[in-house]
């Protein structure tokens, strides 16, 4: 009964591909195959950084140019309605005052 369970532990070590070692194989990742990780990491570190760069100069530059202002603003014919005059004056609280 001995030598038919080791020859049928030995038959299945054989179907089975081998002998099973103790270290388990290395799992490789797709993202990991062939590549330099730290070349990648450096390259993504310089587009971020000329990104940024390239950013903060176009908002130095949008925002250093003048834009027209209006004196007055049109008169529209449904703005400040008044029917009753307001707790602090005739004027709004933000308002500029006239008077």
Request: charged share 25%; proline share 8%; glycine share 8%.
């Amino acid at each position: 009964m001995a030598m038919a369970s080791l020859r049928s532990g030995f038959l299945r070590t054989a179907l089975r591909g081998g002998s099973r070692s103790s270290v388990p194989p290395k799992r490789g990742f797709a993202s990991s195959s062939h590549h330099d990780d730290a070349h990648e990491t450096a390259k993504w570190e310089k587009i971020t950084y000329l990104g940024i760069a390239t950013c903060t100069v176009l908002a130095i530059y949008n925002l250093s140019k003048g834009h027209h202002h209006d004196e007055e603003p049109p008169p529209y014919p449904y703005l400040h309605i008044r029917n009753k005059e307001f707790p602090w004056g005739p004027d709004g609280l933000f308002e500029k005052k006239h008077h």
